[in-house]
């Protein structure tokens, strides 16, 4: 149980929970769930939990009647399959247990993600794309082309600032570069086909869970959080497209 004094460092630390989870992808209907059976382990009543994905607000009553409200901006966003499991079972061990403020505190404000292991993280990208452009077509020239590209995707992901810009944006830029390389490997004789070498690399931007998501979203009645992925997932697409027929249009003649 939750002393009265503790109720708005409880709701601060419920929220950025929530927060966490709606920043790895989850569906909004589970995450309002999750928030709500975690303040109902702890006897809280009057609960109401509203979440879109760019905003969660909480508001709950004590039994001395009191009521608490906060909410929290959510300001990031992507697909962390991982850190949601991480999550998933942080929140079973909240609601079975019900560690005291400074437990909850300690292990949702001061968490620290493990660090990841690079060489397997390129080792997927490299296997990814490789496999899309030999399935679809390509010599094995063409994946190993592919996988080449893939690598310096993935430092675009995870080690240059190009990140940190806005999504759409970020994967204009990288599509473009992307592209780029595809064709100069083609030109230099590494790899067959330059469409091949784009499409295996294409495949690791393609925002496939986003756009289901979405639609998941809208079938559950959140609409709201529904069209916001599925235009975020359309203007992705859009700028995929627009980056790699850049790069054929600046350099497709000449490389």
């Known amino acids: 149980m939750i002393k009265e004094k503790d109720c ?23 995450v309002e769930d999750t928030l709500y059976r975690i303040c109902s382990a702890y006897d809280f009543e009057g609960i109401e939990v509203y979440a879109v994905t760019s ?13 608490y409200t906060q909410s929290v901006r959510v300001t990031d966003g992507a697909t962390d399959l991982g850190r ?24 949702i404000m001061h968490y620290k993600k493990p660090k990841g292991k690079p060489v397997i993280k390129c080792l997927g990208y490299m ?4 496999g899309f452009a030999v399935f679809f077509g390509g010599s094995l020239f063409d994946g190993f082309a592919a996988a080449l590209v893939a690598v310096a995707i993935y430092f675009m992901d995870y080690h240059f600032k190009l990140k940190k ?12 570069i992307s592209g780029t ?6 030109h230099i004789g ?18 496939g869970l986003l756009l289901v998501n979405s639609i ?10 529904g069209l916001y992925r599925f235009i975020e997932a359309i203007f992705t697409a859009v700028a995929i497209a627009g980056g790699y027929a850049l790069s054929v249009v600046c350099f497709g003649g000449v490389l």
Request: proline share 2%; hydrophobic share 50%.
């Open 165 to 176: 810009m806005n999504n759409v944006v970020y994967t204009l830029i990288a599509s473009f």
């Open 84 to 107: 949601l499991e991480e999550i998933n079972a942080q929140c079973r061990y909240i609601c079975k247990e019900k560690p005291d403020i400074d437990v909850l505190d300690e292990m």
């Open 8 to 30: 708005e460092k409880f709701l601060e630390n419920v929220l950025e929970l929530g927060r966490q989870y709606v920043a790895t992808g989850a569906e909004i209907k589970r």
């Open 55 to 67: 905003l969660i607000v909480i508001t709950i009553k004590s039994k001395e009647g009191h009521f």
């Open 190 to 207: 590494i790899g067959d086909s330059a469409d091949k070498i784009m499409i295996g690399d294409i495949m690791l931007f393609i925002p």
């Open 181 to 186: 390389i595809a064709l100069l490997l083609a």
């Open 127 to 130: 296997l990814a794309a490789g």
């Open 216 to 225: 998941k979203e809208m079938f559950n009645r959140d609409i709201v959080t």
